[in-house]
């Protein structure tokens, strides 16, 4: 059971280069986490739960120089500020009312204002959904809970290439840092 004074629902990169088949970085398994994703906001947005989603956005020359972090060598071109694949996908209820952070790295919180926003609206749980399950989500998750929130991965609300990807998210999750749920299980009073 989540108070929705307290709790956000955080939705992980859910954009087109991820979700949609013809996105750069696209895995079947992100589409499909469409529909429950969807089902959890609105489920929180009935309850007056606040709703934050993150969009994974590069600027074109951001790992220009870098020492060695370089998420395009890594992964390839993808979601550049400003494209279409960087977009949240249409099939997400997006309203004006939820907060939208825009992040460069997979930590939501790493050079964002996620934390301020969060404190000023006295949100404490963090109930985790998105993708990929052990890149995005991951590392969202454990830089929220270091920063004393309570994440809760939503389980069957998560994108992910593998299943085994998945499954080390989950495990990794509910062992270090936070809590695992599923989408039947999410409550609010």
Known sequence: ?????????????????????????FAPDSEAAIEPVTELVASARDAGASVVYTKDTHPEE???????????ERWGEHVVEGTWD????????????????????????????????????????????????NVCVLHTAGSAGLRD???????????YI?????????????WLFGEVTELDEVTFA
Do not use: W
């Open 86 to 133: 960087a977009e949240l996908h249409d099939g997400l209820d997006v309203r004006d009312a939820d907060h939208v952070v825009e992040k460069h790295t997979y930590d939501a919180f790493y050079r964002t204002g996620l934390e301020g926003y969060l404190d000023t609206h006295g949100i404490e749980d963090l109930l985790i959904c998105g993708t990929l399950a």
């Open 62 to 72: 951001q790992f220009e120089g870098n020492h060695y972090y370089d998420e395009f």
């Open 149 to 159: 929130y309570k994440p809760v991965l939503v389980e069957d609300a998560l994108g």
């Open 1 to 25: 059971m989540y108070d929705p004074d307290s709790t956000a629902v955080v939705v992980v990169d859910m954009q087109n280069g991820f979700c949609h088949p013809e996105g750069s970085l």
């Open 162 to 174: 593998e299943q085994d990807h998945k499954e080390y998210a989950v495990d990794h999750a509910d």
